[in-house]
């Protein structure tokens, strides 16, 4: 999978209900440290670019835990939240973080102040599930229980919305590497893609819908581009994760094992030969793309894993 050499800028985390964060020699299968996350489950975790940092999203706070030292506890809180934060992410540069929560709030934060400031807010009227930061760093791009898309640009504060499916929640958003695409998936199982088209200067991202299919038989809960933008991976309460051709979006692969139940979250290996899944058994597992089969099981959490993030060397 990974050369041996490459092994200390390999880092693989995940988190879930057990109230512990983990990180795993990829090759072994074997954990080599675990972080307390005492006060709540896990709901989403991120790499800071210069992987220094994770970043856990849970109840009323995001912690950020230093990936370089021996300490399981986290070395900033940021609070001031008032419910669960759903997701987290990081500009390219590392300079600034975003997060959507429960209390219908997207918020960045500036990581290169002292405090845990936050200079921009936008609020919605439902609960945030997602929010997928656009290629051109400028544009995010959030999705809410009530079934709305927005479109945020940074440095205007406008923004506009579309709504792919009435009476349905968007679970996740994701956009290709290349910024000419954007996936959506929801709780009845159906993936939304529209072809992304930038503007010139300072004039928004247009999106065209292209695509709708059923993708899962229950909720689809995560959907992710490789970074090569061949495949589309999509993750499920029908405790399966399917790879499709972003060509066509055809079926690539169904990765299903038995009694793997809801497989809640996904990510690429950087050659986009991998890919790794989160989910409900108390496991994570890397599948092999070519073959759809499963490379290796990392077990060791005593709850459901309900996130994971990844990166390694060509990251």
Same mark, same amino acid.
Request: aromatic share 10%.
């Given at each position: 999978?990974?050369?041996?050499? *490459?092994? +200390?800028?390999?880092?693989?985390?995940?988190?879930?209900?057990?109230? !512990?964060?983990?990180?795993?020699?990829?090759?072994?299968?074997?954990?080599?440290?675990?972080? =307390?996350?005492?006060?709540?489950?896990?709901? &989403? #975790? *991120?790499?800071?670019?210069?992987?220094?940092? #994770? &970043?856990?999203?849970?109840?009323?706070?995001?912690?950020?835990?230093?990936?370089?030292?021996?300490?399981?506890?986290?070395?900033?809180?940021?609070?001031?939240?008032?419910?669960?934060?759903?997701?987290?992410?990081?500009?390219? +540069?590392?300079?600034?973080?975003?997060?959507?929560?429960?209390?219908?709030? @997207?918020?960045?934060?500036? #990581?290169? $102040?002292?405090? !845990?400031?936050?200079?921009?807010?936008?609020?919605?009227? %439902?609960? @945030?599930?997602?929010?997928?930061?656009?290629?051109?760093?400028?544009?995010?791009? @959030?999705?809410?229980?009530?079934?709305?898309?927005?479109?945020?640009?940074?440095? !205007?504060?406008?923004?506009?919305?579309?709504?792919?499916?009435?009476?349905?929640?968007?679970?996740?958003?994701?956009?290709?590497?290349?910024?000419?695409?954007?996936? /959506?998936?929801?709780?009845?199982?159906?993936?939304?893609?529209?072809?992304?088209?930038?503007?010139?200067?300072? *004039?928004?991202?247009?999106?065209?819908?292209?695509?709708?299919?059923?993708?899962?038989?229950?909720?689809?809960?995560?959907?992710?581009? $490789?970074?090569?933008?061949?495949?589309?991976?999509?993750?499920? /309460?029908?405790?399966?994760?399917?790879?499709?051709?972003?060509?066509?979006?055809?079926?690539?692969?169904?990765?299903?094992?038995?009694? =793997?139940?809801? @497989?809640?979250?996904?990510?690429?290996?950087? +050659?986009?030969?991998?890919?790794?899944?989160? $989910?409900?058994?108390? !496991? %994570?597992?890397?599948?092999?793309?070519?073959?759809?089969?499963?490379?290796? *099981?990392? &077990?060791?959490?005593?709850? /459901?894993?309900?996130?994971? /993030?990844?990166?390694?060397?060509?990251?």
């Amino acid at each position: 999978m990974f050369d041996k050499s *490459e092994m +200390d800028q390999v880092i693989l985390a995940t988190g879930g209900y057990d109230h !512990t964060i983990k990180l795993w020699h990829t090759h072994s299968g074997i954990c080599y440290r675990t972080m =307390q996350h005492a006060e709540s489950q896990v709901n &989403a #975790l *991120e790499i800071t670019p210069d992987k220094q940092l #994770l &970043a856990a999203a849970s109840y009323q706070h995001i912690y950020m835990y230093d990936l370089n030292s021996n300490n399981s506890n986290p070395i900033v809180n940021y609070d001031g939240i008032t419910k669960n934060v759903t997701d987290v992410g990081f500009e390219v +540069d590392g300079r600034w973080m975003y997060s959507g929560g429960e209390d219908c709030r @997207v918020r960045l934060w500036d #990581l290169k $102040s002292k405090g !845990t400031q936050c200079p921009k807010i936008f609020e919605v009227q %439902a609960p @945030v599930t997602c929010v997928c930061l656009h290629p051109n760093q400028v544009e995010l791009f @959030v999705g809410d229980q009530s079934g709305i898309i927005y479109r945020w640009d940074l440095k !205007t504060d406008h923004n506009e919305q579309l709504i792919p499916e009435s009476d349905a929640m968007i679970l996740d958003i994701a956009i290709d590497p290349l910024g000419t695409h954007m996936a /959506a998936v929801n709780n009845k199982g159906r993936c939304y893609i529209w072809s992304l088209k930038s503007g010139q200067i300072d *004039e928004p991202t247009k999106m065209n819908p292209k695509h709708k299919f059923d993708a899962h038989k229950r909720h689809a809960l995560k959907c992710e581009f $490789s970074p090569d933008s061949r495949y589309l991976v999509t993750t499920s /309460a029908d405790q399966t994760a399917k790879i499709w051709n972003t060509s066509d979006f055809s079926l690539r692969q169904e990765l299903k094992q038995e009694n =793997q139940r809801w @497989v809640w979250d996904a990510a690429f290996s950087s +050659d986009s030969q991998y890919v790794f899944t989160a $989910s409900s058994d108390y !496991t %994570a597992k890397i599948w092999n793309i070519e073959k759809g089969t499963m490379e290796k *099981e990392y &077990a060791g959490h005593q709850k /459901a894993v309900t996130a994971l /993030a990844f990166r390694d060397c060509a990251v």
